[in-house]
């Protein structure tokens, strides 16, 4: 978001320009920041003619060529004063007819419009909202961090096929409730057991399932990957579920839907992994990660999808009325 402070001015050489051609005009715009918008149009022959922005005496850009080598969004300079200084070498030889007739093709010459510029986040923000919008644009991206989760290891990519098998869940489900089995019937002694010793025991089961050949000190460490990406990815969508649900203002939903969105767009797919290609990509690189964490992670899902589906319908109906009106 910004503030455009000023009228504009209007920096422009003639169209097409000539040999020997040259223009200076230096703007203060009373502004902190400069905002330039070139014409698409704008052109000139690569190493013939050129256009320098100046800010504090010092060149910041320097623009010459075909209409692609000129900014298609509008140009930010740091400075209460631009100086734009463009210059067209002399033609002395027999090339100059040739140059001229090219200056007519793709030397159409420069146009910009100029404007001072203040960043903010919007006009007039009191301190406590300014404040709340930026502690929130922060959280949305640390929560899209937590739901994209670190990428797939090397030995996960080598051995994906197996870890992401029905096979695997199956067996990961059947260790659960051994586990669940051995904590109900085990004695005081036997309770106090580590969790190390817990964890790799676990793994020893699932070293069992067909197509599996990792040893357990191997699969002991991916399947606590397993776990840490789980419970991050459903750290991330309960952060998201809670900014949507508490934030009442539209622009802040709107930011933490961004968001969002670009999380489910980074997410890695599943192709070429076998069977988890049919599964959310939210539990892609997820199994194995133990009962608790995918009871989480589920419900982290169904919440959050629950939620955008209301808020759609929210909409939808408000657009039905409106339509009605």
């Known amino acids: 978001d910004f503030a455009l402070t000023t009228p504009p001015a209007v920096f422009e050489t003639a169209h097409p320009y000539t040999d020997d051609c040259a223009a200076e005009q230096t703007l203060s715009l009373g502004a902190t920041c400069v905002w330039l918008r070139f014409d698409p149009r704008c052109a000139t022959l690569e190493g013939e003619a050129r256009l320098e922005v100046e800010s504090d005496g010092a060149v910041v850009h320097s623009l010459s060529g075909p209409p692609a080598n000129w900014p298609r969004s509008p140009l930010v300079v740091v400075g209460a004063s631009v100086t734009l200084h463009f210059v067209s070498k002399a033609r002395k030889s027999a090339k100059a007819t040739r140059h001229s007739s090219a200056r007519l093709e793709r030397g159409w010459g420069v146009a910009c419009v100029v404007r001072g510029f203040e960043p903010c986040f919007g006009p ?17 991206r640390y929560a899209t961090t937590l739901v994209v989760a670190e990428p797939l290891s090397p030995e996960e990519r080598a051995h994906a096929a197996a870890l992401e098998s029905d096979a695997m869940e199956e067996a990961e489900a059947r260790a659960a409730e051994q586990e669940e089995k051995r904590t109900r019937d085990s004695t005081a002694g036997s309770a106090n057991e ?33 776990r840490r990406r ?3 990815r459903a750290t991330g969508l309960e952060a998201m579920v809670r900014m949507l649900e508490h934030d009442q203002l539209p ?18 797919p599943a192709t070429g992994y076998g069977t988890a290609r049919r599964r959310s990509l939210f539990f892609f690189g997820c199994s194995g990660c133990g009962e608790p964490c995918r009871s989480r992670l589920r419900a982290a899902v169904v919440g959050t999808f629950s939620l955008l589906t209301s808020h759609l319908m929210r909409e939808l109906e408000l657009t039905l009325e409106e339509a009605e009106r």
């Not at 007039?124 to 949305?140: K, R, Y």
């Not at 622009?251 to 890695?268: N, P």
């Open 124 to 140: 007039a923000l009191p301190v406590l909202l300014d404040a709340h919008t930026a502690a929130l644009f922060l959280s949305a």
């Open 194 to 226: 580590g969790a190390d010793e817990g964890a790799n025991r676990g793994a020893a089961m699932l070293c069992g399932v067909p197509g599996v050949v990792l040893p357990p000190r191997l699969l002991h460490p991916l399947l606590e990957k397993r």
């Open 251 to 268: 622009s802040h939903r709107k930011q933490v839907l961004a968001h969002l969105a670009s999380a489910m767009q980074r997410l890695e």
């Open 230 to 232: 789980a419970t991050a």
